[in-house]
């Protein structure tokens, strides 16, 4: 097989690819992400690289136009090397792979709502014990591990615990160096020790909650011997190279090297995670013995390199939807060498263990009162129930409210465009953090939405119906500019496209928000609280949110914003056994309701597609 080299400029970054490989291809092998949301198909138009030198072939896509191309601007994904390239990354084009956290995430303890400061006894995945063990003689000759059992049974009742042989072949040389003073790491949900350690290390204990997002990945790392939060981290999904949604990443990992690709990915994007956030909290990687992870179900086969082919075709099976604990190692995550991983299971193909998670954290699981939990990321998750029953199902909103799929969206960082409003013909934005907008995050679209709609320079299909300065026709759609860009700022737009979008996500929502009432007999007025999870619920204007039919037209109080239940479901999952049964529970009483099965979801669907829906009494407690 025949090589060439791509090097990418700026940063000169250079590469080994077979001959004929796509650019996008050899970018990510760069370590360099371009946006790419239909998965390298050529149909978003977003991956574009200048070509400085050497031959191509390049695909026609539609997506390029005749200037574009006249200054050598192809797509990646559709442009193969003949020779040796020299490639120039648009700033455009870019994907960051580091993201700063968002406000929810800055000291992840402060920022948790009340609701979810739920106290579980700590009893963490791996737990360590100082042993002084007494010496042995003639007249008490147990064996070395008997000898550790006897110890450990005075602090937890253990019985002789399990070890693998790497552990055992080291075990007798440790005691005796160590004078018989030893730290005993147990896995204690399997009765397990994963090592042991010379002296008393029994206070430096490290663990690693992970919520592993399609868009976006984050991490905390906790104190094991108290649960205190130490720090959290979060970075773009790398995978999002391949798509900005499961489906597309499922048909892309069906490829040859396509599930090796995307299970690489988002180990090392995890391993980079907990590299940064341990050295700058200065602890060593040693030293962090397990990790609890929460993602959708297709996330977790990716994690784990389980094929999730058949979680896109009928009838939608996972290969399982609990997964065994193992080392962490074995799939590549970097923390003790027999650290474990343990991870949150979920009920369905499309409602996974971030789900599972997040009634943990609520605690819809033991409440009396019905309430609802409403997950808005790249899918939308819907629960509903109390102690007694528990409903669930998914949307497939797309990756909207989440920053992606639209032409100017971020996340809700610093620069976001948050708040939007119109007086007096005059347009204020406003962003987070007051920094210059960067782009507009979901609950700004919600915002920007409303504001066009009473402003009437949209209909209620979301089509701009009127001329207006701030209005330009572009090649292929209409847009909207919300902020005019100078020489260091670029323009921020929401195009026509963008609309249909997002109304489609709120309708999706929406739509499976009323299916799952009335499939439970469950009105409007029964519910006590709808939880709002997610980063975009964080800055969500609740009546503006109402007024274009994303949520029901019900006291505004009902509503309480709950950030991210999967990374506070991980972590109570991480620092307690009671926890991690408590999820096997809510999975085994969860009922999920598949709304493609459902003749009358499309039908919710369609209605709600309009601003604010086609029956605003399906919207209200009024009839």
Known sequence: MKYIVITFH???????????????????????????????KGMCGR???????????????????????????????????????????????????????????????????????????????TKKYFLRLPKPSLSDSISDIERISRGLKKYNGSICPDMDMPTLRKISRILRESNWEITVILDEDNNKILFVEQGDT???????????????????????????TIGTESSFNSQSVYGDDVITRIIYAEKKQGLETLHHLVVSTIN????????????????ITGIVAAGNMTMMHLLLKIDPSFLRREPYIPSSNTFPSMFAAEIGIKINPSGILWLVGGTASYVGGDITAGVLATGIYKEENTNMLIDIG???EIVLGNKNWLLCASASAGPAFEGTGVKNGTRAIEGAIQSFKIEDGQLKVATIGEKTPIGICGSGYIEIISELFKNKIID?????????????????????????????????????????????????????????LEKSGILWENIDKIYIAGGFGNFLNIKLAISIGLLPDIPEEKFIFVG??????AKYALISKEARKITYDIIKNMTYIDLSTEKSYMEEYLGALFIPHTNLEKLSLKK
Do not use: W
């Open 564 to 569: 991210n239940t999967s990374l506070v479901g």
């Open 47 to 125: 991956c574009k690289v200048k070509i400085l030198s050497g031959e191509i072939d390049s695909e026609p896509t539609g997506k390029i136009s005749e200037e574009e191309k006249k200054n050598n601007i192809f797509l990646a994904c559709r442009t193969f090397a003949k020779s040796n390239l020299e490639v120039e990354i648009l700033p455009e084009t870019i994907m960051p792979t580091r993201v700063a956290p968002s406000i929810f995430e800055k000291g992840m303890e402060i920022h948790i709502p009340e609701i979810l400061k739920r106290v579980f006894p700590i009893h963490p995945l």
């Open 202 to 228: 029994s206070k430096i204990n490290y663990g690693i909650a992970v919520d592993v997002g399609t868009t976006t990945i984050v991490v905390s790392i906790i104190n094991l011997n108290n649960g205190e």
């Open 460 to 516: 209620r299909t979301g089509k701009f119906v009127v001329e207006n300065e701030r209005i330009r026709n572009c090649p292929d759609v209409k847009e909207f500019i919300l902020y005019k860009g100078n020489g260091n700022t670029k323009d921020i737009v929401i195009t026509q496209i963008d609309i249909e979008n997002l109304l489609r996500a709120k309708a999706a929502i929406f739509a499976a928000i009323y299916m799952l």
């Open 272 to 287: 980079e995670l907990i590299q940064n956030i341990s050295k700058n909290h200065s602890i060593t990687l040693n030293n």
């Open 378 to 380: 790249t899918n939308g």
């Open 10 to 40: 700026p940063d000169k970054k250079r590469v080994a690819v077979p001959l004929g490989s796509d650019i996008l291809t050899a970018s990510v092998k760069a370590n360099i992400f371009l946006a790419s949301s239909c998965g390298g």
